[in-house]
């Protein structure tokens, strides 16, 4: 009889189901971490039990919307939710336990959160500028997809190929609202959309968990602790290796601000504290450990890797939109390409017959510009606000002037 109850199920089967192919693709990540990288036998157990966890605080909030089955008393609720959200709990008189309690856990927030470590990881994220969104859509999302676990969430919301470029532009206006100048304050936009971001994290894994055909013996409960750890390190220590391969120079004070900035958001989304690393090598050797339990590229992998090199062909250009557009997507899969490897580009669906041309040729400009901005006055600064300027240039190029807000799904 197929499994779904997560209570009976310890390990589902993806963990670390095809050691031979996750070490290949992690080869590139072991290489940058210092000392035994290998994880502890109690590590690898535990690794493989966070995707029985999903995020119980939001979960029950969830259970609480769905209590009462008329969809107008839904609405209701989650309207409550959202002035919470937005306003904080003092605007919510009378909250209901489940919603009283996720929001004592947010305002007692870590003792370890730095208010000016968060500053500075955002100005770092500024001066990253374009090569910084390139890290993360052909960098981090890429190598994201050639884990069939994670994929298997999208599958069951039937968004495998569909609305990928809505996808994209809505992941780019989140990340630029948490390394906005206080996005991260409880009045801040990112602070507020990353709540929003949990929700609906919650939404989907009830929604999949209860569809017949969830295999939760396989893939875990949806959207489970190891799948957001796993987010939160693309955001995190993929940006910073990706983004000096790119030529951006990051020190290792930019390095550690990044890491807290991160570490503070991956809280806020609902991923346990046990999991969040304190530094960038504690991040790299975590990456390492999840890349090898992730299930190993399948189908999906190709249909999601084609689905997002074809994305540049559907943007919105003023002028010559054929011409940019293939020259865009030839440039997304050049540095696709550098980071991945020939079996990379195979298991995402890609031509294996690229060359990493554009990295060759950007990577030294760049370098030479972070390098003359270093040593002139208010060089830095300038860098930063150039940056800031290219990447919401790239969210424009996304949508237009009409750049969506995050999705809430429907409650009915």
């Known amino acids: 009889m197929q499994k779904r109850n997560a209570e009976i199920v310890d390990i589902p089967s993806r963990h670390g189901s095809d050691m031979a192919r996750s070490r290949r693709i992690a080869r590139s990540i072991r290489r940058t971490v210092r000392g035994d990288p290998e994880p502890t036998p109690a590590r690898w157990r535990a690794l493989g039990q966070a995707l029985m966890h999903g995020d119980p605080l939001m ?81 981090a999302l890429m190598l994201g997809y050639q884990a069939a676990g994670i994929n298997q969430t999208l599958i069951a919301t039937g968004s495998l190929e569909r609305g990928v470029q809505r996808r994209l532009a809505e992941t780019t206006a989140w990340w630029i609202d948490c390394t906005s100048a206080g996005g991260m304050a409880r009045s801040g936009a990112g602070f507020k959309n990353t709540l929003q971001v949990r929700l609906i994290h919650a939404l989907i894994r009830r929604n999949v968990q209860n569809k017949p055909d969830w295999r939760t013996d396989i893939w875990g409960i949806p959207v489970n602790q190891a799948d957001m750890l796993a987010t939160q390190l693309g955001f995190s220590v993929i940006f910073l290796l990706g983004t000096r391969v790119l030529g951006v120079p990051v020190s290792k004070a930019d390095g550690q601000a990044v890491m807290h900035l991160w570490r503070y958001i991956g809280w806020l989304m609902g991923v346990a504290e046990c999991w969040l690393p304190q530094d960038e090598q504690d991040g790299r050797r975590l990456l390492y450990h999840v890349l090898l339990s992730q299930a190993p590229p399948d189908a999906s992998s190709a249909q999601l890797g084609k689905a997002l090199m074809n994305e540049p062909l559907d943007r919105p250009y003023p002028d010559f939109a054929w011409l940019r557009g293939q020259y865009i997507r030839a440039r997304h899969v050049s540095i696709t390409r550098l980071f991945v490897g020939r079996q990379g580009m195979r298991n995402l669906g890609l031509p294996d017959w690229v060359l990493p041309w554009y990295p060759a040729i950007r990577a030294p400009a760049t370098l030479a510009y972070h390098a003359g901005a270093r040593f002139l006055p208010g060089g830095r600064k300038r860098a930063e606000r150039a940056g800031r300027q290219a990447q919401i240039a790239q969210l424009q190029a996304l949508f237009g002037d009409r750049v969506p807000a995050i999705h809430r799904p429907a409650l009915g």
């Open 59 to 139: 979960d029950d909030v969830v259970a609480w919307l769905f209590e009462d089955t008329t969809p107008s008393a839904r609405r209701e609720k989650r309207a409550l939710l959202e002035t919470a959200i937005a306003r904080g709990m003092d605007t919510v008189p009378g909250a209901p336990p489940a919603l009283q309690a996720l929001c004592d856990h947010l305002r007692e927030r870590p003792a370890w959160v730095d208010d000016d470590l968060l500053e500075h990881g955002a100005r770092v994220c500024h001066r990253t500028g374009q090569p910084g969104l390139h890290v993360l859509r052909d960098v």
